[in-house]
């Protein structure tokens, strides 16, 4: 009679066991906000940038959730990139959160900003092996050397430093890079 007793009991501390995990997982029993967040991975970008489409499947098939604390957020997504290194001169943030950008970013992101770097640190001929050789024309060493290398077989694309692939010029004219 001892062995039915025993197995009811196991049953039923199983069943209670089974039920519990099922409610927790499916339950936030967290009543204050803080113990909300720390219960997952949560995910911070300020109001008025979403970081797009993309980002957000990401979130969502991370099980990321969104807070609009940034130090609660195991990652932090900056207001664009077009301010980022300033943003993150004022923000100061918690050990070990994951922030989306870099600081010096601004340096490199711009074509003329990374050849400038390449070609500082490697050389103009290391550098052009990286990326397509440049000239800036704001600078009068690299129309020096534009003016030395100038080639009129070769096809040259001219950039301003706007994004979005706008800005291009396509010419073969040294006269029009040099009025550039």
Same mark, same amino acid.
């Given at each position: ?5 025993? $197995? ?6 199983? #069943?209670? #066991?089974?039920?519990?995990? *099922?409610?927790?997982?499916?339950? =936030? ?39 609009? =604390?940034?130090?609660?957020?195991? *990652? ?43 070609? /500082? /640190? ?51 004219? $040294? ?6």
């Amino acid at each position: 009679m001892e062995k039915p007793i025993l $197995l009811v009991t196991i049953a039923v501390l199983f #069943l209670f #066991l089974l039920i519990a995990i *099922v409610v927790n997982t499916f339950t =936030d029993f967290s009543f204050r906000e803080e113990e909300k967040v720390s219960r997952g991975p949560h995910f911070y970008h300020c109001p008025t940038y979403t970081g797009g489409k993309i980002m957000d499947e990401l979130y969502r098939e991370m099980n990321f959730r969104l807070t609009q =604390d940034p130090k609660r957020a195991a *990652v932090y997504l900056p207001c664009g990139y077009t301010w980022v290194e300033n943003e993150l001169r004022q923000y100061n943030p918690p050990r070990g959160q994951i922030i989306l950008a870099i600081d010096g970013c601004d340096r490199i992101v711009a074509k003329n900003g990374l050849w400038k770097v390449l070609s /500082e /640190e490697y050389g103009r001929d290391y550098a052009s092996e990286l990326v397509p050789r440049s000239y800036v024309t704001s600078s009068p060493i690299d129309m020096d050397y534009l003016q030395e290398e100038y080639d009129p077989r070769k096809i040259y694309i001219m950039k301003k430093n706007v994004q979005r692939q706008q800005g291009l010029k396509i010419t073969k004219k $040294l006269s029009e890079m040099n009025s550039a």
